[in-house]
Protein backbone atom coordinates (compact mmCIF):
# COMPACT_ATOMS: atom_id res chain seq x y z
CA UNK A 1 0.00 0.00 0.00
CA UNK A 2 1.30 2.92 -0.84
CA UNK A 3 1.70 5.18 2.42
CA UNK A 4 3.64 8.79 1.05
CA UNK A 5 4.79 10.45 -2.19
CA UNK A 6 7.35 12.66 -2.86
CA UNK A 7 7.69 14.24 -6.31
CA UNK A 8 10.36 16.16 -7.32
CA UNK A 9 11.57 17.67 -10.51
CA UNK A 10 14.75 15.86 -12.28
CA UNK A 11 16.72 18.45 -14.45
CA UNK A 12 20.70 17.89 -13.55
CA UNK A 13 21.11 21.65 -12.91
CA UNK A 14 19.37 20.26 -9.41
CA UNK A 15 23.05 19.38 -8.61
CA UNK A 16 25.18 22.43 -7.77
CA UNK A 17 28.26 20.72 -9.30
CA UNK A 18 26.98 20.59 -12.68
CA UNK A 19 24.93 23.94 -12.43
CA UNK A 20 28.10 25.53 -11.29
CA UNK A 21 27.57 29.78 -10.81
CA UNK A 22 23.65 29.04 -11.96
CA UNK A 23 23.65 26.88 -8.57
CA UNK A 24 21.60 29.35 -6.09
CA UNK A 25 18.70 29.84 -8.82
CA UNK A 26 17.42 26.39 -7.46
CA UNK A 27 18.16 26.87 -3.92
CA UNK A 28 14.23 26.90 -3.07
CA UNK A 29 13.93 24.07 -5.23
CA UNK A 30 16.62 21.74 -3.32
CA UNK A 31 14.82 22.86 -0.26
CA UNK A 32 11.60 21.87 -1.37
CA UNK A 33 13.35 18.42 -2.28
CA UNK A 34 14.77 18.35 0.92
CA UNK A 35 11.60 19.02 3.00
CA UNK A 36 9.61 16.45 0.43
CA UNK A 37 12.02 13.77 1.15
CA UNK A 38 11.83 14.15 4.73
CA UNK A 39 8.11 13.59 4.32
CA UNK A 40 8.95 9.66 3.32
CA UNK A 41 11.58 9.25 5.87
CA UNK A 42 8.48 9.84 8.52
CA UNK A 43 5.98 7.57 6.92
CA UNK A 44 8.57 4.72 7.71
CA UNK A 45 8.60 2.47 4.40
CA UNK A 46 9.14 -1.07 3.82
CA UNK A 47 9.90 -0.25 0.15
CA UNK A 48 11.17 3.11 -1.48
CA UNK A 49 10.78 3.21 -5.19
CA UNK A 50 12.22 5.74 -7.34
CA UNK A 51 10.49 6.21 -10.15
CA UNK A 52 11.42 8.85 -13.32
CA UNK A 53 11.29 9.21 -17.15
CA UNK A 54 14.19 7.18 -19.18
CA UNK A 55 15.03 6.51 -22.94
CA UNK A 56 14.69 3.18 -24.10
CA UNK A 57 18.21 1.87 -22.91
CA UNK A 58 17.13 3.11 -19.14
CA UNK A 59 13.59 1.71 -18.65
CA UNK A 60 12.38 -0.84 -16.42
CA UNK A 61 13.79 -1.46 -13.22
CA UNK A 62 16.97 -0.95 -11.86
CA UNK A 63 18.01 -2.74 -8.10
CA UNK A 64 19.64 -0.99 -4.86
CA UNK A 65 23.06 -0.07 -5.37
CA UNK A 66 22.71 0.54 -9.09
CA UNK A 67 25.06 3.24 -10.51
CA UNK A 68 25.14 6.64 -12.78
CA UNK A 69 27.09 9.81 -13.09
CA UNK A 70 26.67 13.09 -14.70
CA UNK A 71 29.89 13.14 -16.80
CA UNK A 72 27.37 13.95 -19.78
CA UNK A 73 26.83 16.93 -17.97
CA UNK A 74 30.74 17.82 -17.79
CA UNK A 75 30.58 16.99 -14.40
CA UNK A 76 32.82 13.93 -12.91
CA UNK A 77 30.38 12.66 -10.13
CA UNK A 78 29.20 9.10 -9.38
CA UNK A 79 26.09 8.44 -7.47
CA UNK A 80 24.28 5.30 -6.32
CA UNK A 81 20.25 4.21 -5.73
CA UNK A 82 20.63 3.44 -1.83
CA UNK A 83 22.96 1.47 -0.35
CA UNK A 84 26.17 -0.25 -2.69
CA UNK A 85 25.36 -3.62 -2.99
CA UNK A 86 28.79 -4.52 -3.94
CA UNK A 87 27.73 -6.08 -6.73
CA UNK A 88 28.23 -4.15 -10.50
CA UNK A 89 25.13 -3.13 -11.63
CA UNK A 90 24.28 -4.52 -15.52
CA UNK A 91 23.60 -0.73 -16.87
CA UNK A 92 23.98 2.80 -15.45
CA UNK A 93 20.91 4.63 -14.11
CA UNK A 94 18.87 6.82 -16.43
CA UNK A 95 19.79 10.84 -15.75
CA UNK A 96 16.12 11.28 -13.99
CA UNK A 97 16.89 8.17 -11.53
CA UNK A 98 20.36 10.17 -10.97
CA UNK A 99 19.30 13.28 -10.05
CA UNK A 100 16.88 11.03 -7.48
CA UNK A 101 20.07 9.11 -6.16
CA UNK A 102 21.93 12.15 -5.62
CA UNK A 103 18.47 13.86 -3.48
CA UNK A 104 18.88 10.50 -1.52
CA UNK A 105 22.00 10.70 -0.67
CA UNK A 106 22.27 14.31 0.03
CA UNK A 107 19.72 13.68 3.00
CA UNK A 108 21.33 10.53 4.23
CA UNK A 109 18.11 8.28 3.02
CA UNK A 110 18.52 5.07 5.34
CA UNK A 111 15.24 4.65 6.15
CA UNK A 112 14.18 1.64 3.38
CA UNK A 113 15.17 -0.41 0.82
CA UNK A 114 15.51 1.55 -2.85
CA UNK A 115 14.85 0.45 -5.93
CA UNK A 116 14.36 2.44 -9.38
CA UNK A 117 12.53 2.78 -12.10
CA UNK A 118 12.96 3.88 -15.51
CA UNK A 119 9.57 4.63 -17.50
CA UNK A 120 9.25 5.56 -21.46
CA UNK A 121 8.00 8.96 -21.56
CA UNK A 122 5.41 7.84 -24.34
CA UNK A 123 3.70 5.39 -22.15
CA UNK A 124 0.04 5.09 -22.05
CA UNK A 125 -1.75 6.32 -19.00
CA UNK A 126 -3.53 2.79 -18.66
CA UNK A 127 -0.23 0.72 -18.30
CA UNK A 128 1.03 3.85 -16.41
CA UNK A 129 -1.83 3.65 -13.71
CA UNK A 130 -1.41 -0.28 -13.79
CA UNK A 131 2.11 -0.25 -13.00
CA UNK A 132 1.33 2.30 -10.31
CA UNK A 133 -1.27 -0.32 -8.86
CA UNK A 134 1.60 -2.91 -9.04
CA UNK A 135 3.88 -0.96 -7.38
CA UNK A 136 1.47 -0.29 -4.34
CA UNK A 137 1.60 -4.33 -4.09
CA UNK A 138 5.44 -4.61 -3.38
CA UNK A 139 5.27 -4.15 0.51
CA UNK A 140 3.02 -3.29 3.51
CA UNK A 141 3.90 -0.11 3.22
CA UNK A 142 5.46 1.66 -0.08
CA UNK A 143 7.19 4.93 -1.03
CA UNK A 144 7.65 6.70 -4.28
CA UNK A 145 9.88 9.39 -5.08
CA UNK A 146 8.77 10.58 -8.14
CA UNK A 147 10.68 12.53 -10.71
CA UNK A 148 9.89 14.60 -13.50
CA UNK A 149 9.15 17.92 -14.92
CA UNK A 150 6.19 19.73 -16.36
CA UNK A 151 6.18 21.37 -19.98
CA UNK A 152 9.54 22.55 -21.54
CA UNK A 153 7.42 25.66 -22.94
CA UNK A 154 6.93 28.58 -20.71
CA UNK A 155 8.90 31.03 -22.46
CA UNK A 156 10.87 31.84 -25.71
CA UNK A 157 13.95 30.57 -24.07
CA UNK A 158 12.58 27.04 -23.10
CA UNK A 159 14.24 24.14 -24.51
CA UNK A 160 10.60 23.75 -26.58
CA UNK A 161 10.29 27.40 -27.08
CA UNK A 162 6.96 29.38 -26.29
CA UNK A 163 3.53 27.39 -26.14
CA UNK A 164 0.78 29.00 -24.87
CA UNK A 165 -1.05 26.08 -23.32
CA UNK A 166 2.07 25.06 -21.19
CA UNK A 167 1.34 27.45 -18.32
CA UNK A 168 -2.61 25.96 -18.39
CA UNK A 169 -0.61 22.39 -18.56
CA UNK A 170 2.01 22.90 -15.73
CA UNK A 171 -1.28 24.63 -13.60
CA UNK A 172 -3.16 21.57 -13.83
CA UNK A 173 -0.30 19.62 -12.91
CA UNK A 174 0.32 21.69 -10.04
CA UNK A 175 -3.04 21.31 -8.55
CA UNK A 176 -3.51 17.78 -9.06
CA UNK A 177 0.06 17.11 -7.31
CA UNK A 178 -0.86 19.67 -4.49
CA UNK A 179 -4.11 18.23 -3.75
CA UNK A 180 -2.70 14.75 -4.39
CA UNK A 181 -5.72 14.11 -6.58
CA UNK A 182 -4.79 10.68 -8.43
CA UNK A 183 -8.00 11.18 -10.69
CA UNK A 184 -6.89 14.53 -11.99
CA UNK A 185 -3.14 13.31 -12.72
CA UNK A 186 -4.98 10.84 -14.68
CA UNK A 187 -6.89 12.97 -16.87
CA UNK A 188 -3.85 15.11 -17.92
CA UNK A 189 -3.58 14.45 -21.95
CA UNK A 190 -0.95 11.81 -22.79
CA UNK A 191 -0.48 14.28 -26.76
CA UNK A 192 -0.60 17.54 -24.98
CA UNK A 193 2.36 16.54 -22.31
CA UNK A 194 4.47 15.03 -25.48
CA UNK A 195 3.93 18.28 -27.33
CA UNK A 196 4.84 20.86 -24.52
CA UNK A 197 8.08 18.23 -23.83
CA UNK A 198 6.60 17.41 -20.23
CA UNK A 199 8.63 14.72 -19.07
CA UNK A 200 6.74 14.38 -15.83
CA UNK A 201 3.61 13.10 -17.41
CA UNK A 202 4.23 9.27 -17.84
CA UNK A 203 5.77 9.16 -13.74
CA UNK A 204 2.86 11.31 -12.40
CA UNK A 205 0.56 8.80 -13.45
CA UNK A 206 2.21 5.56 -12.47
CA UNK A 207 1.76 7.84 -8.92
CA UNK A 208 -1.67 8.40 -9.49
CA UNK A 209 -2.13 4.23 -9.88
CA UNK A 210 -0.59 3.42 -7.11
CA UNK A 211 -2.30 5.87 -4.48
CA UNK A 212 -5.78 4.85 -6.02
CA UNK A 213 -7.64 4.66 -2.38
CA UNK A 214 -4.69 5.43 -0.29
CA UNK A 215 -6.46 8.23 0.88
CA UNK A 216 -3.11 10.49 1.44
CA UNK A 217 -3.39 14.18 1.55
CA UNK A 218 -0.81 16.99 -0.45
CA UNK A 219 0.90 20.02 -0.20
CA UNK A 220 2.47 21.64 -3.14
CA UNK A 221 6.39 22.76 -2.02
CA UNK A 222 7.53 24.37 -4.94
CA UNK A 223 6.27 25.70 -8.45
CA UNK A 224 8.32 27.63 -10.73
CA UNK A 225 9.48 27.66 -13.91
CA UNK A 226 13.12 29.34 -13.59
CA UNK A 227 14.17 27.78 -17.08
CA UNK A 228 11.19 27.88 -19.04
CA UNK A 229 10.82 24.66 -17.69
CA UNK A 230 7.79 23.82 -15.36
CA UNK A 231 9.50 22.78 -11.53
CA UNK A 232 7.17 20.84 -9.22
CA UNK A 233 7.88 19.80 -5.68
CA UNK A 234 4.89 17.63 -3.68
CA UNK A 235 4.53 15.69 -0.58
CA UNK A 236 1.69 12.87 -0.16
CA UNK A 237 1.23 11.33 3.38
Do not use: N
Not at 137 to 154: I, T
Not at 197 to 224: E, I, M, N, S
Request: with cysteine; net charge negative; hydrophobic share 45%.
Amino acid sequence: MLVAAAVCPCPPLLVPEVAAGAAPELDAARTACTDALGVLAAARPDLLVVIGPAARDGRGTHPEGAAGDFRAFGVDLEVRLGQDRGTPPDRPLPPSLAVGAWLLARTGWAAAPVEGLGVGEPLETARCTETGRELARRADRVALLVMGDGSACRTVKAPGYLDERAAAFDAAAARALGAADPDALTALDEELARELKAAGRAPWQVLAGAAGGAGLDGRLLYDDAPYGVGYLVAAWS
